[in-house]
């Protein structure tokens, strides 16, 4: 890698500036490179497979994981480089820590190894991104193979396990009302896991889930055949018109979860939602934390990460379809003043311990 620029051109020229952020770089790259091979591990089972196991050669660990042992050698020398995995150089055995697994493996509370798929993911449009630049319009969801297998397993670690004792209680009795029997939305419902959740935890509750993606819909119909749930119902929908075409009072309970950013009309969307409450109905609204204002997401814990998941998938689907090109960093002002347009009088903002890059907005006529 070379060094920082030696000879400026202008007398104010900050070398130690330069070479600062010559390392910042040269760091980022070997992180984002630590992201691919991490996504590996996690898809191939290589993580899983050095949980709580005695030090391994790369022969064993391959042949553990049933994977080839060239390849794993390969990856272990990613891993052990980028201080991930241990090498007991002596013994050639490789091991996990206990500590690392922790964050890493399927059994963990938190497995920061599912987000490493992003990278790949979104890597794959790169060049229709590149095109977008220079064209304009969008990418649409069709070009994104892998992105809603990820964001399930994504919503798996932040919204499933805190549904019940975190999220849905932000309502006052509203875990009541679904026991007693009420009428439930999911708006932007990808899989569908959160209502799956739901009607078996309701059965006196009705449930209805609607999402643009043909794929995401046929995944949930075949989850709801297994799993026997007669009272849940999915549908593929365009939302865009939904001020427009959704009935009046349909619905007692109204969720998105990470859903507005990415419509095409997402203010429409909020038009439908507000018109289909009940008088006494509930808007809950899971969406990305974050300010409306560049220089106000300065130190964002996870700022350019969300704003490229930003660029590179919310924004550009949304665009694809004709629409407003929101985004994910769309912002609590934003979010706010659309809520509010949308006709609801109350809107409360929270913040939950286990989440910390959502809001979560719970809005009523």
Request: proline share 4%.
């Amino acid at each position: 890698m070379s060094s920082a620029v030696q000879n400026p051109q202008k007398a104010d020229f900050d070398t130690q500036r330069s070479e600062a952020f010559e390392a910042r770089m040269v760091g980022a790259l070997n992180e984002a490179s630590m992201m691919l091979m991490t996504s590996l591990g996690h898809r191939s089972g290589l993580f899983d497979a050095l949980e709580g196991a005695p030090l391994l050669t790369a022969e064993a660990l391959a042949e553990r994981a049933g994977l080839q042992e060239r390849y794993v050698r390969e990856w272990l020398g990613a891993m052990v480089v980028g201080g991930v995995v241990d090498l007991d150089a002596e013994q050639g055995n490789y091991r996990l820590p206990a500590e690392h697994a922790a964050l890493l493996t399927r059994s963990a509370e938190a497995n920061l190894a599912v987000f490493a798929q992003y990278i790949a993911v979104l890597g794959s449009v790169e060049d229709d991104i590149l095109a977008c630049f220079r064209e304009g319009g969008g990418v649409p969801y069709a070009r994104y193979d892998r992105f809603h297998e990820v964001m399930a397993e994504d919503s798996a670690q932040s919204v499933l396990p805190a549904l019940f004792d975190h999220i849905l209680p932000l309502a006052p009795g509203l875990m009541e009302r679904l026991e007693s029997g009420i009428r439930v939305l999911d708006a932007g419902c990808g899989r569908g896991r959160a209502l799956m959740l739901m009607a078996e935890r309701f059965p006196k509750s009705r449930f209805q889930g609607y999402d643009l993606s043909e794929g995401n819909i046929a995944w949930a119909r075949a989850e709801v055949v297994r799993k026997g749930l007669k009272n849940l119902t999915f549908d593929a929908r365009d939302l865009s018109d939904f001020d427009r075409t959704t009935s009046e009072a349909t619905f007692d309970l109204v969720t998105t979860f990470d859903a507005v950013h990415d419509q095409g009309q997402p203010l429409n969307l909020l038009k439908g939602i507000h018109r289909a409450l009940a008088k006494d109905g509930v808007y809950l609204a899971q969406d990305i934390k974050g300010s409306s204002h560049h220089h106000h997401d300065r130190d964002h814990p996870m700022g350019p990460m969300l704003y490229t998941v930003s660029c590179m998938h919310c924004m550009t689907v949304s665009l694809a379809q004709g629409g407003e090109g929101l985004g994910a960093m769309w912002g609590r002002e934003t979010a706010e003043r659309y809520f509010a347009e949308a006709g609801f009088t109350s809107v409360e903002v929270n913040e939950l311990e286990h989440d910390p890059v959502n809001y979560y907005y719970l809005c009523r006529p």
